[in-house]
């Protein structure tokens, strides 16, 4: 069964740090670009950084740039979202999707066909 499993969300203090982790079951996320997304309450979903299977990243956020970074673990079938000094505005729940494989470059939303269940972050003092 092909699946996506977020983790690594919770509660922290403004300017602290998070790592979500996205693993894969089913699967192998090598061969494929990997995106995680966020929703905020009363927002659309949105891009939040992408990993291409060639491992350049993008981060479509500007207010993330900096903060954020995406990586890899082929070994680990699993990519992080490092979150660093994160904001108030950073609250949301964070998705992690897959392309079809072989779809190597990132792209749209739209292009992404496997998607995790989320995790919720809540930044506030």
């Known amino acids: 069964q092909v699946q996506l499993v977020e983790s690594g969300g919770g509660l922290v203090q403004p300017g602290g740090s998070l790592r979500l982790s996205c693993a894969a079951s089913?699967?192998?996320?090598?061969?494929?670009?990997i995106g995680w997304f966020r929703q905020a309450p009363g927002k659309e979903r949105e891009g939040v950084s992408c990993?291409?299977?060639?491992?350049?990243?993008?981060y479509s956020a500007d207010s993330v740039k900096g903060r954020f970074t995406i990586s890899r673990d082929n070994a680990k079938n699993t990519v992080y979202l490092q979150m660093n000094s994160l904001k108030p505005e950073d609250t949301a729940v964070y998705y992690c999707?897959?392309?079809?494989?072989?779809?190597?470059?990132?792209?749209?939303?739209?292009?992404?066909?496997?998607w995790g269940q989320g995790t919720q972050v809540t930044v506030s003092s």
């Open positions: 990993i291409s299977s060639t491992d350049v990243t993008t």
């Open positions: 999707a897959a392309k079809s494989r072989l779809f190597r470059v990132c792209g749209p939303m739209s292009e992404y066909n496997y």
């Open positions: 089913g699967f192998t996320l090598d061969n494929r670009a």
